[in-house]
């Protein structure tokens, strides 16, 4: 098979999947692996794909980040299942954050929980908090006109008068490495605050998040376990081994 050939299933892949492993693609491609590692090197040089431990992932733009509505029109199914199992982490009587974006917000059709507050920084998020009867904070600053989320000084000021259970954050990526990151560095300092200030924090994260980097990192993966529809083979061992993960069957 010729280089080009390969170049093309690679990339092929990696468009249908986001991440695969260098084993599977020795397999499909029939290749010695020295020739794959040469192929994806090629491939990482002209900025096609990024090489991960074990494997190979889609590239992503660090500071790129899409509006709300292009968010909630994408990968619509998978958000929906992560969403119910994180809604149904939620107990009576809790004290909540969710944080703002296109996963948190579909959760709150789920949340079944009675007498529960719940504090967000999501502009969008209010009117389906107000419409579940529950008690709804809205913390203030500046309002990110792409995202609806708010963020700034007067955003963190307002989230230290806090306290929560539990919070659940959106991600823009996560890896080994760099753990969990985001394309705004104000908005990765909400993120970080929030989960400080809880017992339990969650990240909500469809798989196409995995092994990407985007450009701020928010904390450590340690710091909140995931709940994801799925968790993609080529990194499950290495983040088991860092985190609790929530995974639809």
Do not use: W
């Amino acid at each position: 098979m010729l280089a080009e050939e390969r170049h093309k299933i690679i990339l092929n892949r990696l468009e249908a999947e986001h991440i695969v492993k260098l084993q599977d693609l020795v397999n499909d491609l029939h290749a010695s692996e020295s020739t794959v590692r040469r192929d994806l090197h090629e491939l990482e040089v002209q900025r096609l794909l990024r090489r991960v431990h074990g494997g190979a992932a889609l590239l992503q733009q660090r500071s790129e980040e899409q509006d709300m509505e292009t968010k909630s029109s994408k990968n619509i199914q998978q958000k929906r299942i992560i969403a119910k199992m994180a809604a149904e982490q939620i107990k009576d009587n809790e004290c909540l954050y969710i944080d703002a974006g296109s996963t948190t917000l579909e959760m709150i059709p789920y949340i079944h929980a009675k007498n529960v507050n719940v504090v967000t920084n999501g502009y969008a998020h209010v009117e389906a908090l107000v419409k579940k009867n529950m008690a709804t904070y809205l913390i203030g600053g500046m309002m990110k006109p792409n995202t609806r989320a708010f963020i700034g000084s007067v955003a963190i000021q307002a989230l230290d008068t806090f306290r929560f259970d539990r919070a659940f954050i959106g991600v823009n990526g996560i890896d080994i490495d760099m753990g969990y990151t985001t394309p705004d560095p104000e908005e990765a300092m909400i993120k970080r605050r929030a989960q400080e200030l809880a017992l339990k924090s969650y990240i909500l994260a469809d798989s196409s998040k995995f092994t990407e980097v985007s450009f701020s990192k928010m904390f450590d993966l340690s710091k909140a376990s995931i709940i994801t529809n799925e968790l993609p083979r080529a990194v499950k061992d290495m983040i088991l081994k860092e985190t609790t993960v929530i995974e639809s069957n």
